[in-house]
């Protein structure tokens, strides 16, 4: 927590007086990036007085409680009964807090435990005492019809107030999503951002040697629970990409040499094919609007970038005439614009077009090569893996400004974003083994976390937040 | 930039107010909304304040004070 001391006396425009007041600890939460202000003029007031802060960025404690319950009723999940349910939901709060930057989650071992009444009348001198800053609690109740009901309260201890709550009713099954969906209530409140918890990962699950190994389309939560394969690994799939609405997963089948784009539906566990064009095919892409599918195909020497519509059939639109590999494209969130690679310079570097093909530009001049570009969902960056030597993932502004490296690997590529923009997920590859793993990094490049799979895993790709 | 208005007290009178905000672009904007809660709540925690009863004319309305995040260290 920053602790700025307020020193008054208050300046005073207008006035010999010095009002001298002793000095007082003012908290306030970790306070973001602004630009530095110039002292400005005052409204209408004669008292006017500024402080500035200087000091490093500090986490923000949060206290997370074992969630209470009103009864200790079996439920239908594989954590137990309500009053264990009610510790691993925080358990799952604190972990899900934990490596964004932005807080020291602690809890809920060690933590006194709230009663039910307690949850919505916290003990605020008590949890003042510990030196808690902010304060989550919540309860579980089972309903007769299996359903249960979690409800999740966040306070500010220093001022002793209610910030914000939530209630949510959810089946046995998706207990964990009480769990993310509290995380991102707290998350959104406490940071400004929007949630992201409470969404999906696809990705390729690697098995096998380095020489043969088998890839399958797979997809968990967030935080890695709740794996579950789609394809049997018969084919080999690349570079998912879940549907704007959620509801599909773009990808890349080889069967027997043989590429071909599929769209797999979730709902329906049903795929169907997009695209075989008979050549080299790869890179498949959604627009934001979920219309059209991009993809890039290699023919008579060079490789472009086309566009179809994602209902199938219909004639491609070439947007790229070459020369040389023109591969990937992401759109801008407004759809507007595309980012790709193209190595028409002589090496592999970044290019931004607009939807129709028109106004193609290089933005990448950093020296080594920049390859798999992908547009924030914000709009304000474009991750991308820059190669100098090592493979790093970083981030640029869309003008090809301000080049930031979020991580210092030997082999980290294929950089997609998290739906609020604010966290960066890729793959990394061991040296030696080729073993390869997913991970996550915030945008201060300082927080990084593998996601747990129990197989190899690369090609991730975020879904968004559930409604 | 917050102002705020002071009972004799030293208590507040009202919440804080935002007077203005500087610096902010798409980048930023959700942090600067952030920011500038995190400004009235610094004034909150800080009240009531100890200021001479002779001169509350001077101090009961306190029209700008600038909370500054210095980030270009």
């Known amino acids: ?39 400005d003029a005052a409204d209408d007031g004669v008292l006017t007085g500024s402080v500035s802060d200087e000091s490093e960025w500090q986490d923000l404690g949060i206290a997370i409680t074992t969630f209470a319950t009103d009864r200790d009723a079996p439920t239908q999940t594989n954590a137990g009964s309500t009053a264990q349910l009610g510790q691993a939901i925080s358990q799952v709060i604190a972990s899900d807090l934990k490596n964004n930057g932005l807080f020291k989650p602690s809890g809920p071992g060690g933590l006194p435990q709230p009663s039910l ?16 800053d902010m304060l989550v609690q919540g309860f579980v ?15 500010d201890v220093a001022l002793s107030r209610q910030l914000t709550k939530a209630g949510w009713v959810f089946s046995a099954s998706d207990w964990r999503r009480a769990a993310h969906k509290c995380s991102d209530l707290v998350y959104s409140r406490l940071s400004g951002e929007s949630p992201f918890f409470d969404s999906k990962i696809a990705y390729i699950a690697e098995t096998g040697p380095k020489d043969h190994r088998m890839k399958r389309l797979a997809i968990m939560d967030s935080d890695g629970a709740n794996h579950r394969y789609l394809t049997s690994g018969q084919a080999m799939a690349l570079t998912p ?42 890179a498949p892409r959604w627009s934001p609007d979920g219309k059209w599918v991009l993809y890039s195909m290699a023919k008579s020497g060079t490789t472009d970038i086309y566009r179809i519509s994602s209902a199938g059939g219909g004639t491609p639109q070439q947007l790229t005439q070459g ?8 759109y801008s969130p407004d759809g507007s614009q595309i980012v790709f690679e193209s190595d028409r310079s002589g090496s592999q570097q970044v290019y931004v ?19 798999t570009p992908e547009w924030s969902p914000r709009g304000d960056q474009i991750a991308f893996t820059h190669i100098v030597g090592n493979l790093r993932v970083a981030v640029m502004s ?49 927080n990084e976390r593998r996601l747990p799979t129990p197989v190899g895993a690369s090609d991730p790709a975020w879904g968004p937040i559930r409604p | 930039m917050v102002s705020f208005d002071l009972n004799r007290d030293g208590t507040l009178n009202g919440t804080p107010r935002i007077v203005r905000q500087v610096g902010v672009d798409d980048s930023n904007r959700r ?37 500054d995040q210095r980030l270009s260290r």
């Open chain 1, 241 to 282: 990409r879940y549907s704007p609405d959620y509801s599909k997963i773009l990808y890349l089948s080889y069967l027997n040499g043989q590429p071909s784009i599929y769209v797999y539906d979730l709902a329906t566990d049903t795929q169907k094919l997009i695209a075989r064009t008979g050549n080299p095919t790869f």
């Open chain 1, 1 to 39: 927590m920053n602790v700025l001391r307020l020193a008054l006396p208050l300046m005073l425009t207008g006035s010999a007086l010095a009002a001298s007041a002793s000095a007082q600890d003012v908290a306030t939460q970790p306070a973001p990036p602004t630009q530095a202000a110039p002292a």
């Open chain 1, 398 to 446: 869309p003008s090809g400004g301000g080049l930031r490296y979020l991580t210092d690997s030997w082999q980290d590529e294929a950089p997609t974003w998290s739906p609020n923009g604010r966290i960066v997920q890729f793959f990394r590859t061991a040296k030696g083994s080729g073993q390869a793993s997913i991970w996550q990094v915030d945008l201060t490049g300082r």
């Open chain 1, 323 to 330: 020369p040389g590999i023109n591969i990937g494209g992401s």
């Open chain 1, 117 to 132: 009444p307690q949850v919505q009348m916290p003990d605020y001198p008590t949890w003042k005492g510990m030196g808690t």
């Open chain 1, 141 to 155: 109740k089972a309903g007769a019809d299996g359903q249960l009901t979690v409800g999740c309260y966040l306070y």
């Open chain 2, 31 to 67: 942090e600067a909304a952030m920011h500038a809660k995190g400004a009235i709540r610094a004034v909150e925690l800080a009240a009531p304040f100890d200021l001479p009863q002779e001169y509350f004319d001077t101090w009961k309305h306190v029209g700008g004070f600038l909370f």
């Open chain 1, 353 to 371: 077009m607009n939807a129709d093909g028109s106004n193609q530009r290089r933005i990448s001049f950093f020296g080594g090569r920049a390859a």
